[in-house]
């Protein structure tokens, strides 16, 4: 079955930048519009960004102007870029299929905390 693995998580003063990918097991990626969830402690998970299998993008409100949404799909792999981060953002991170689609097994996640 495709497993998802998530990568590049970390901690990061605020303002600052981490990028994170998505790593499919199969060609899952190349049919499939994709999406970055986040849950952080106490809350629950949410959608972040969404990506077509032709690049189409989508951003919550929250993330909207920071993070930034790309797809290699030669590399079966979702990136998520996230700029000026800040306390809100702390959070683990998890890819999975976009809303309305079958979702795939969720993955470990990346842990991403934004502190001084």
């Known amino acids: 079955h495709v497993q998802l693995v998530e990568s590049g998580g970390g901690l990061v003063q605020p303002w600052g930048s981490l990028r994170l990918s998505c790593a499919a097991s199969?060609?899952?990626?190349?049919?499939?519009?994709m999406g970055w969830y986040r849950q952080a402690p106490g809350k629950q998970r949410e959608l972040i960004a969404t990506?077509?299998?032709?690049?189409?993008?989508n951003y919550a409100d929250s993330v909207k102007g920071r993070f930034t949404v790309s797809r290699d799909n030669a590399k079966n792999t979702v990136y998520l870029q996230m700029n000026s981060l800040n306390a809100e953002d702390t959070a683990v991170y998890y890819c999975n299929a976009a809303p309305g689609l079958v979702p795939l097994p969720w993955g470990q996640g990346t842990q991403v905390t934004v502190s001084s």
């Open positions: 199969g060609s899952i990626h190349s049919i499939y519009a």
């Open positions: 990506i077509s299998s032709r690049g189409s993008t």
